[in-house]
C-alpha cells in the first residue's frame, strides 16, 4: 500500500489512520483487537489515540485506549508495523497543560500503558496558552533526544500559537511539529484552508485530518 511521507519526519504512514478513541469506550478489549488486527493485516499502518481516550466515561480515569493497544501489540508481536500516535494536553485531572514537568510525566504513563520504549508520534492534544512555546519544545526535545519519541505533532491549536511554537523551534534549534491534526470534511472546511493550510503548505507540515460526523436525528 502507498504510504506518505509525514511532513519532514522520518515517518511514512498509509493514507488512512484508525481512530482509536472507541477503544475501551463503544468497543470492548476483544473486539478491538480484531480491529487493529484487520487493520494492520490489511496493510494500514497506524493508530491515534491520546492519554484521555477515554476518560470521559463514568468510572474510566483516561488511558483505556492506550492500555487496549499495548496489549493488543504486546499480544500480536505487530509493533514493528504499526505506527502509534498519542497525544497529551487533554484534562487529566490537573487541567489542561503543556508544561514541561508534566509532558514528562505524562510520556512515561502513556509509554507504560502502551507497553513500548517509544511513541512515533507524540502531539499537543490541545493547547496550553498560559505556557510558553519555548518550555513546551523544549520538553518534546528532551523525549525526541531520549529515543521516547520520534516526531511531534499539534491538534486543537490557534493559527497563531501554531507559528508560535514553529518558530520557538527555529530559535533554539529544536525539533519542531511535523504534522496538525485540524477538524477537516465537507461541512468544516473554512478555517483550515484560510487559517492552517497556508502555514502547513509554508512550512510543510503533514496533515492529519479529523473528519467528524454530527448525530442525524
Known amino acids: 500500500m502507498e504510504k506518505r511521507r509525514l511532513g519532514q519526519a522520518d515517518l511514512y504512514l498509509a493514507p488512512i489512520m484508525l481512530g482509536g478513541n472507541v477503544f475501551g469506550w463503544m468497543i470492548d478489549e476483544k473486539t478491538s483487537f480484531g480491529i487493529l488486527d484487520a487493520f494492520i493485516d490489511g496493510g494500514f499502518n ?3 489515540t491520546s492519554d484521555s481516550y477515554a476518560r470521559w466515561v463514568p468510572g474510566n480515569p483516561g488511558g483505556e485506549s492506550e492500555t487496549i493497544i499495548g496489549k493488543w501489540q504486546r499480544r500480536s508481536g ?3 508495523k504499526v505506527l ?4 497529551v494536553g487533554e484534562d487529566m485531572g490537573e487541567g489542561r497543560s503543556l508544561k514541561k514537568d508534566y509532558i514528562l ?3 512515561e504513563s502513556s509509554l507504560r500503558r502502551l507497553q513500548t520504549d517509544y511513541i512515533d508520534l507524540y502531539q499537543t492534544h490541545f493547547d496550553d496558552e498560559v505556557t510558553p512555546p519555548d518550555e513546551t519544545m523544549q520538553a518534546y526535545a528532551q523525549l525526541v533526544a531520549a ?11 490557534s493559527p497563531d500559537r501554531l507559528k ?3 518558530a520557538a523551534s527555529r530559535k533554539l534549534g529544536l ?7 485540524p477538524l477537516y470534511n465537507l461541512s468544516d472546511r473554512k478555517e483550515f484552508e484560510t487559517e492552517f493550510e497556508p502555514i502547513c503548505r509554508q512550512e510543510r507540515l503533514g496533515v492529519i485530518t479529523i473528519i467528524r460526523s454530527q448525530p442525524v436525528s
Open 46 to 48: 497506524a493508530v491515534d
Open 78 to 80: 505487530k509493533r514493528d
Open 84 to 87: 502509534i500516535a498519542t497525544k
Open 105 to 107: 510525566r505524562e510520556c
Open 147 to 157: 529515543g521516547k519519541v520520534r516526531a511531534i505533532g499539534a491538534s486543537n491549536m
Open 164 to 166: 508560535a511554537s514553529l
Open 175 to 181: 525539533p519542531r511539529y511535523e504534522s496538525l491534526q
